[in-house]
Nanobody, 121 residues
Framework: QVQLVESGGGLVQAGGSLRLSCEAS????????IGWFRQAPGKEREGVSC??????DYADSVKGRFTISRDNSKNIIYLQMNSLKPEDTAVYYC????????????????WGQGTQVTVSS
């Protein structure tokens, strides 16, 4: 019943910005954490950011550049990505978690299909 759909990815030059959206359905509560993850070819899935109510967390590699936010009335979770670097190139996924903010992928039970972000140098 829970569905997560990512959008907003694309091709951008280094230094540019993108805003990813995660549209969630099947639940309408601030109880659950939502995480953003990314995976580049040949690399392990990385926890980028998470949000639960007013609590947020970021990977060191994106801190100060990315901002996660949530529109509870519309069940949309955003990831604003500024000052993008080629190292940010990956497929980005959003996922449904539990009752606390975590960037551990094993704690997330529902995943979107992902959206490709490509940053050129």
């Amino acid at each position: 019943q829970v569905q997560l759909v990512e959008s907003g990815g694309g091709l951008v030059q280094a230094g540019g910005s993108l805003r990813l959206s995660c549209e969630a359905s099947g639940f309408t509560s601030g109880y659950y954490a939502i995480g953003w993850f990314r995976q580049a070819p040949g690399k392990e899935r990385e926890g980028v950011s998470c949000i639960r109510r007013s609590t947020t967390d970021y990977a060191d590699s994106v801190k100060g550049r990315f901002t996660i936010s949530r529109d509870n009335s519309k069940n949309i979770i955003y990831l604003q990505m500024n000052s993008l670097k080629p190292e940010d190139t990956a497929v980005y996924y959003c996922a449904l978690g539990t009752n606390y903010c975590s960037r551990d992928a094993s704690l997330y039970t529902q995943w979107g299909q992902g959206t490709q972000v490509t940053v050129s140098s």
